[in-house]
């Protein structure tokens, strides 16, 4: 009797250390940090989507956030020589571009190598390329710089066949996001501020490229008039250092290479560190009151007015933040979360410095929210101003007409049916709907004025809607440097009075989640059904109230 208890005991006690050692090795395995060899160049697939950042563990995109953080802890790492940039066609905004340029530069001070690989590309890829200190493409020939194009699209005459009309109203002449509904072609300010914009984006790439590459930009610009696509003539006019394949860029022997992606898995060493600690908060997605997360009706991030207050709240009331940085990439929305947005940034400044650093897109709303701060930062590519604001509601009685549907309207009072979709303004209801709007440009107006310390009338001749590139809204007085991310953090840090001899930390809003996290999240969404559907419903119901977002959906190859 005793003897099998024994050996039952024994058996559970096997059991229980074969469970551990496996368990053990099991964690061991999955936390256990990649290896680096010495000698090795980090190398980063700079192509396809790039945005500022994406907190969720499941994605794969390639962000700013991380560009940023792991090429400075590069640039402190030993074990890493170099980085290997092999860039393909990028799907972001030229301002961006320069951002992670700025970030290589800074990462050659450290008198480590940068050699750059065009797999394919344009204008936007090669003047990513000019910061490294060798320039290769594809034996094959892959450059083709080619200049510029914006887009602007029209739907109304696609709408009016669906039997839907857009009825909307704007503040600033200038102020076109309704034109791609309410109109068939390019106004003559459209076209202006479109016109405008393009060339001060063009013009600033090739002064990049120049200075770069020491290349004259008549050069440049005779270049992209010819269209070149032989890779040859490239090479023998100094645009590049060699025609090769990719595996031919690094010749050198021992010479190891690292994937981006597999050296974010390690820890070390620290690009900042320290106890006093700067904030930096990303902003991005169409502004929107609530949580941030999911899409809006024009498939664009939704930056939520609640979250981005609770991470500057945070931020203000965290005793070792002694400084913060908000990252703006925002074509804007709606006004009142703007608002509440920006009303937080003024209660943290009263306490700490906030340095605004905008990425591609700081427009209108956007641009709203960066007003209340110590300091604002533009790249001189980014998308800014359009202060002015619109609304409005699409009438769908022709589209119910051609499916057979009737709506019957029962009101209780004069505007209940003020946004209804069965029928258009009355001029009544245009006149206090326009008077209404008119309250917020007014406001928009009077708190660029206070924050910019500019006058009403001054303010006005660069509002109406207009937008700028940041090279020009420094000019204007709409921003106060130009500069990216690093420089918006070393100026945060100034402000501070945090020394320079001095190391400080960094904290980060918003914090990468976990998969456990990212999976409790998923599914309190799933059991919150009746929550999820309100707010659809509500989404629905202040897309109808006037926007404060930029002026048109800009695409530019």
Do not use: C
């Not at 070149?228 to 022997?253: A, H, M, N, S």
């Not at 009737?406 to 008077?435: L, M, P, V, W």
């Amino acid at each position: 009797m005793k003897r099998g208890i024994l050996v039952t005991l024994l058996v559970i006690t096997i059991v229980v250390i074969v469970i551990v050692l496996i368990g053990g090795y099991l964690y061991y395995q999955i936390n256990r940090e990649p290896f680096i060899p010495e000698n090795s160049f980090l190398k980063i697939h700079a192509g396809g989507q790039i945005i500022d950042n994406d907190s969720s563990p499941l994605s794969k995109k390639t962000t700013l956030r991380d560009l940023w953080y792991h090429i400075k802890r590069a640039k402190k790492d030993d074990r890493i020589k170099g980085i290997l940039l092999k860039i393909s066609y990028m799907e972001t905004g030229f301002a961006k571009v320069d951002d992670i340029g700025r970030l290589i530069k800074d990462f050659r001070k450290s008198g480590k190598k940068v050699y750059a690989f065009i797999e394919n590309g344009g204008l936007r890829e090669y003047q990513l390329a000019t910061y490294a200190d060798k320039i290769f493409a594809y034996k094959r020939g892959s450059l083709t710089l080619n200049g510029l194009a914006a887009h602007a699209l029209f739907l109304k005459n696609s709408l009016s066949k669906l039997g839907i009309k857009a009825d909307f109203i704007n503040i600033g002449s200038y102020k076109t996001g309704p034109n791609i509904f309410t109109k068939e072609k390019l106004t003559d300010v459209h076209k202006e501020s479109l016109e405008s914009l393009v060339y001060d984006i063009y013009d600033s790439s090739i002064r990049i490229i120049s200075e770069n590459r020491n290349i004259k930009p008549e050069k440049i610009k005779n270049i992209i008039e010819d269209f070149t696509i032989d890779g040859k003539r490239y090479l023998k006019e100094k645009f590049i250092d060699g025609l090769v394949y990719e595996d031919e860029v690094l010749k050198e022997k021992n010479i190891k290479t690292v994937s981006f992606p597999v050296y974010k898995e390690t820890s070390s060493p620290l690009p900042y560190k320290g106890k006093d600690k700067i904030a930096v908060i990303f902003a991005q997605g169409e502004i929107h009151t609530g949580a941030s997360g999911g899409k809006s009706i024009f498939g664009g991030e939704i930056l939520g007015s609640d979250t981005l207050v609770r991470y500057l709240r945070s931020a203000r009331k965290n005793k070792s933040v002694k400084g913060v940085v908000l990252r703006v990439d925002s074509p804007g929305g709606s006004p009142f979360a703007s608002d509440i947005i920006r009303h937080e940034s003024e209660l943290l400044i009263k306490e700490k410095p906030l340095v605004i650093s905008m990425g591609d897109v700081a427009a209108s709303g956007g641009y709203m929210i960066s007003l209340s701060s110590s300091k604002i930062l533009s790249l001189p590519q980014t998308i800014t101003g359009s202060i002015g604001v619109y609304g409005g509601k699409f009438v769908l009685k022709g589209f119910y007409d051609k499916i057979g549907v009737n709506k019957e309207i029962i009101k209780t009072s004069k505007f209940a049916d003020f946004f209804s979709d069965y029928k258009e303004f009355t001029i009544e209801q245009r006149e206090k709907y326009k008077n209404f709007m008119q309250y917020i440009y007014d406001f928009f107006l009077e708190e660029t004025s206070k924050t910019r310390k500019m006058k009403i009338e001054d303010v006005k001749k660069v509002a109406e809607g207009r937008v700028w590139s940041g090279t020009k809204a420094l000019n204007k007085n709409l921003v106060d440097q130009i500069g990216g991310i690093s420089e918006a953090i070393e100026e945060a840090r100034k402000l501070a009075k945090i020394d320079q001899k001095d190391d400080f930390g960094i904290r980060i809003y918003p914090i990468k989640r976990s998969f456990i996290d990212y999976l409790m999240e998923m599914l309190s969404s799933q059991s919150n059904g009746i929550t999820s559907s309100i707010k659809i419903g509500l989404d629905r119901y202040e897309n109808f109230f006037p926007a404060m977002i930029v002026p048109f959906k800009i695409v530019i190859d």
